[in-house]
C-alpha cells in the first residue's frame, strides 16, 4: 500500500525548461501587506512529517504515477509550468486534502464562492 508520503516523496518527473525565457517570475498586483510574519525555526521535513505523521500515513488512493508525453514536459512559460504542476503534482495534494476537514480542493477556477476573487 502506497502512503500519502510515498507519493509525496517521489521523484517529480523530469521536464525541459530550455524554452523558458530568463528574467523574473510576474509580478502580482495585490493589497495584502503581511505585518505580523513570525519566523518559524522547526519549519522543516522532520517537524512537518511528525506533525502531519497520522495524514501522511494514509493511503495513497491515485494513481501511482501519471505517464508523461514528451509534450507535457516542455515547459515555456509560467502556464505551462502551471498546466504541468495541475496535472503531476495536484493530484496527490488534493488527494491528501479529500478526507480533511473543510472542503479545499485545488483546480482551475477557484472553488470560494466569492465575488471579488477571480478564478484562480
Not at 27 to 41: D, K, S
Not at 56 to 84: A, H, K, M, V
Request: aromatic letters at 10%; a negative charge.
Amino acid at each position: 500500500m502506497a502512503t500519502l508520503l510515498d507519493a509525496f516523496t517521489r521523484r517529480n518527473v523530469g521536464v525541459n525548461s530550455d524554452a523558458t525565457a530568463l528574467g523574473p517570475n510576474t509580478l502580482v498586483n495585490t493589497n495584502i501587506h503581511p505585518t505580523n510574519w513570525r519566523e518559524w525555526g522547526g519549519f522543516n521535513y522532520d517537524a512537518l512529517t511528525q506533525i502531519f505523521r497520522l495524514q501522511l500515513s494514509q493511503e495513497y488512493r491515485g494513481e501511482q504515477q501519471p505517464r508523461p508525453l514528451l509534450n507535457d514536459l516542455c515547459i515555456f512559460n509560467e502556464d505551462t509550468l502551471e498546466d504541468l504542476l495541475r496535472r503531476f503534482v495536484t493530484p496527490v495534494v488534493n488527494y491528501a486534502l479529500e478526507d480533511q476537514p473543510g472542503s479545499c480542493h485545488y483546480g482551475r477556477g477557484t472553488r470560494y464562492n466569492v465575488g471579488i476573487y477571480k478564478p484562480d
